[in-house]
């Protein structure tokens, strides 16, 4: 490689830019498209282009790739490499990629479009008179049908192209307004026991893991029967923590005491038929070197874990999916 060659790679790696080294590329085999002048074949007006160079083929595909996704705001999905020289002398490959504005503008409005139709029938059985628990399920399918024609539309205008409009009683935010005030009509009852290992049955209520499940279900934006007297109501939903803590034994020379733990989520719906909608359950071990602290950090593990669980489901069924 000459020493001028070398100087031009250098500025072009500094730069970051595909035109640096287009214009070391001055051998008189070059495209035109090496140089940076636009291929006559792929005319702006229906494509967007982009060039890249590498060591390897692989390399300078990504790097034009790359290249229009520059030019496209992101956008590369449809890009395809459609040209390829390699300079011999320096030992650079390049490559034309390609990305056929009108063909995926088109595309993407044919894909609008269906997300239209499912989201007008979504909606269709959607009755004003219906109860809230009823209507929750079918708002939020609608704002993730509604996200994904406010994604693709931003695609379009990302392409140069101009995307239909929407209906205003349709919209992301109009459909996140009602789902949120829905939200507030739909209460969620929650319980936290402490079980008997042996028998089973139902213990002393454990009011600070309680309260860490009302905290979590009302930050998403639900409903909780009162705090005082824990009253429970005829809410959508029932949460109920069951934990159990026992302690093992260790043998009497054993200077530490270790207690289990075992905590069960059972959330059910109140409507219908009262179907149970998950059971998460988890165990684990404490140990110190006496039994009130070793108990009391078995409790404080479970309500981590009760909250994660609560947490993680609310996240995964009532919010709406991207």
């Known amino acids: 490689m ?25 051998g008189p085999d070059a495209p035109r498209w090496v140089q940076g002048k636009p291929p006559k074949s792929f005319p702006d007006r229906q494509y967007t282009w982009g060039v890249g160079s590498g060591a390897q083929p692989d390399e300078a595909a990504a790097a034009a790739v790359a290249e229009v996704a520059r030019k496209t705001s992101g956008e590369r999905e449809g890009a395809q490499v459609e040209r390829t020289w390699v300079d011999e002398q320096a030992k650079v490959h390049w490559a034309l990629a390609v990305l056929d504005r009108t063909a995926e503008i088109e595309r993407f409005k044919g894909e609008l479009a269906a997300t239209d139709a499912r989201l007008a029938e979504t909606l269709a059985p959607l009755d004003p008179d219906a109860s809230p628990s009823a209507s929750f399920g079918v708002l939020l399918r609608a704002v993730e049908l509604a996200t994904a024609r406010e994604a693709l539309a931003t695609r379009i205008v990302r392409l140069g192209g101009e995307a239909p409009p929407s209906d205003p009683t349709r919209t992301r935010a109009e459909l996140e307004e009602q789902l949120a005030s829905l939200r507030h009509s739909l209460t969620i009852d929650v319980e936290a026991w402490e079980t008997d290992s042996k028998s089973g049955l139902l213990g002393d209520p454990l009011e600070e893991i309680r309260v860490a499940m009302a905290q979590a279900v009302l930050g998403r934006g639900f409903r909780i029967q009162s705090s005082e007297g824990w009253t429970t109501s005829a809410g959508w939903l029932l949460v109920r923590a069951r934990v159990g803590i026992d302690r093992l034994d260790l043998g009497a020379s054993d200077r530490f005491v270790a207690v289990e733990w075992k905590a069960i989520v059972e959330i059910n719906d ?53």
């Not at 031009?8 to 830019?17: K, P």
């Not at 409790?299 to 999916?321: G, I, N």
């Open 2 to 26: 000459t020493t001028a060659m070398r100087r031009c790679f250098q500025w072009a790696v500094v730069l970051g830019l595909a035109s640096g080294l287009a214009s070391c590329a001055t």
């Open 270 to 322: 109140r409507t219908g038929d009262g179907e149970s909608l998950a059971i998460l359950t988890r165990e684990g071990r404490s140990t110190h070197l006496n039994d009130p602290e070793a108990r009391r950090e078995a409790r404080k593990q479970a309500e981590a874990f009760v909250v994660e669980a609560l947490s993680s489901w609310m996240d995964e069924w009532t919010l709406p999916r991207s």
